[in-house]
């Protein structure tokens, strides 16, 4: 027995059912599933440059006969939705099971989604697992019933699933074998096969309307309460912990529905109440089924996160007990970039200059708050170099794009590549902290390694900028103030597209935290009590009564603080 | 056996994950059904991390229902304040004599003072330990988690040599013995302060 997250379990699951390869791109909270998965030998795992690449590239594993895994958080299935809605034309050769996280309450998103909807646009079934043991049970069921029906399965997760850890009992591997391919080409769609294709989607769904009633997880918990529930998913354990004895149908497959199973339970009482998260995709479906006796989400909210208190709440009518903000000032306290971090020297150049900054997704988003307030967009991955080329043809002539290095590998580049080519005067800075930070630091295919450790080749940025045609660019260093005002300034003032790459290892990477740098410490009696270091916002600096304080245990000797000091009050702490 | 709540918070890097894993693991060596939910945000640091830590014969919900926790550790005091509500009103909260400010963000109040007061007017048994100054006299004050599990084991009826081998086989080799120490530094805290049966008279705020 073993405690695990739903992440871990998922792993483990896909690799007792003999999958050979996985590709995924890091995202909260999908993250961990690919890489616990990559430290079983027997799995071939990757990370890709961005969903759509790693989603063709397990497609293209599974339909060369290995079983196959893709990983994504649900703004991740945005980018592979191309291929996700017309891989089930053709259908699969050997499993593919598609891994999506949601993120309800949006704990590290910039959105909600319901990923339910996007599996019933493209036609393809869905397993939702309720626990980490049932995580790994379904992962291994996904890909039977993936090769069963030739199709892809997606395995929906969301982030209480994949961080909660519970009981499993983990079992052996079973070998797969590999299934040729054959080069049917009919099975592909262009236009002339895609409308057979279309009609056998059609009985291929008929035929999963029919498994989806026998389905082993589809099962009715019967209680000596006579309250009835459809459920599933994380919400199931809410319901089971406010009502014990309740009677719950609980769905483990959420696409199709067991129609005739769930007509027969919807029968058997007055007012049937389904409580799911996010969206009401199970009420609505049962609607079309023609079922009117439930309530759903006129109870049970679609905005955040369901608990175990809104779900007494939404049953019962009870009140949920406040917390104690209206008493005392629980101060909010949002995440901060850390001591150190090379992205502040980046947001202390933008905030002097005063551009229009757009942001990307990464750690740097934390720019957008005091004392920066420097990013003024943030939407989706990719989308900074694009949206200031946008606001450049509105007439904005000072704007500055902020991307990371994996997001600009990821989907910044075809950004850059149009400004250029429609001679934009985009600036783009890119933060090129050499990981991808805020999912835990992930290799990309710009820091020289793997996933699995081996060491690779490394893009070199400023060849491939300029080969691209930007011919302004420019390597700085963020710790250095005044070289990273100076060279943000000049990318501003140069005619064409300016790219100037602020390049410093995050902070949190073990080559980074292996180096001892000396503390800086504040001389007190020089101090001029101006406030100026405080416009760092570093978290190593603390402002007591009569002036600013080092916590040196927390100081990483970066010397932003000392820079921006108008009098020399703050020095390496050895010099004090 | 009715189930048992645990609710760690802290802040972004002080090892409120760790030490919830450690409660857990501990937890189902020790024959329990266990869940651990970690609840967090983006990045790295700084931010609000807090976890919930059930045990029993059986657990359902990853969260405990509020106002149903038996034990809170706050490794802060302020995060202490935020999950306060979900405590039972006879639970018991060993909070941290620690401060972390927070960065502001439209609002400009000043932190708390009297945050352990607060807690103990509503009923609960506050303890104070100085977990970081522990964990810094014993050479990181990183291990201040390590210090308020330890405090925590003195309440729960989870054997010591459960505990031991948890250390073992989650922490990493370098820091197995600070975490090790740390932990026995919390149990005499604790032990010192009057136990799990009596309130230690100087850092008790409860009435």
Known sequence: MRLMSGNEAMALGAWEAGVAFAAGYPGTPSTEVLERLAEYEEVDAHWATNEKVAFEEAMGAALGGARSMVTMKHVGLNVAADPFMVFPYAGTNAGFVVLVADDPGMYSSQNEQDSRYFAKVAKVPILEPADAAEARRFTAAAFELSERFRTPVMLRSTTRLAHTRSRVEPGERREADRQPFSRQVSQFAIPVYARFR??????????????????????????????GIVTHGIPYQYVKEVCPNATVFKLGMLYPLPRRRLEEFCRRFDTVFVVEESEGFVEQELASFGIRNVIGKARFTNVGELSADLVKAGLTG????????????????????????????????????????????????????????????????????????????????????????????????????????????????????????MTGHQEHPGTGHTLKGDTAPAVNYEALIRAIGVQHVEVVDPWDLESTERAIRAGLEHSGPAAIIARRHCRLLPVEKAEQRTPYTVVLDECIVCEECMESGCPALVWEDDGPRIHDWECVGCSLCAQLCPVDAIVAAEVA | MPVTNVLIAGVGGQGTILASELLAMAAMTAGYDVKQGEFHGVAQRGGSVFSHVRFGERVYSPMAPRGSVDYMLALEQLEALRYAHFVKPTGTVLVNDHRVEPIRVADERPYPENAMGFLGQQGFRVVMLDATRTALELGNYRAANAVLLGALAEFLEIPGEVWERTLEERVPTRLLELNRRAFAAGRTALTRAGGSTALPDATSSSP
């Open chain 1, 318 to 437: 009870a009140p949920v007990r406040p917390d104690f903000s209206t008493d005392i000032a629980i101060l909010p306290r949002p995440p901060v970039l850390c001591a150190g971090c090379p992205h502040r020297g980046v947001f202390n150049a933008l905030k002097k200059l005063g551009v229009l900054v757009t942001g990307d997704i990464g750690c740097y988003t934390l720019g957008c708050l005091p004392p920066y307030e420097a990013i003024h967009t943030t939407f989706c991955m990719g989308a900074s170099i694009a949206n200031a080329t946008g606001f450049h043809r509105a007439g904005e002539e000072r704007v500055v794009a902020v991307i990371g290095d994996s997001t600009f590998l990821h989907s910044g580049l075809p950004g850059l590549v149009s400004a250029v080519y429609n001679r934009v005067p985009t600036t783009m800075v890119l933060l090129d902290n050499g990981t991808t930070g």
């Open chain 1, 198 to 227: 279309r009609v056998e989607l059609e009985d291929k769904l008929a035929r999963l309307r029919e498994f989806t009633e026998e389905f082993q997880g589809n099962v009715v918990d019967e209680g000596s309460d006579p309250i």
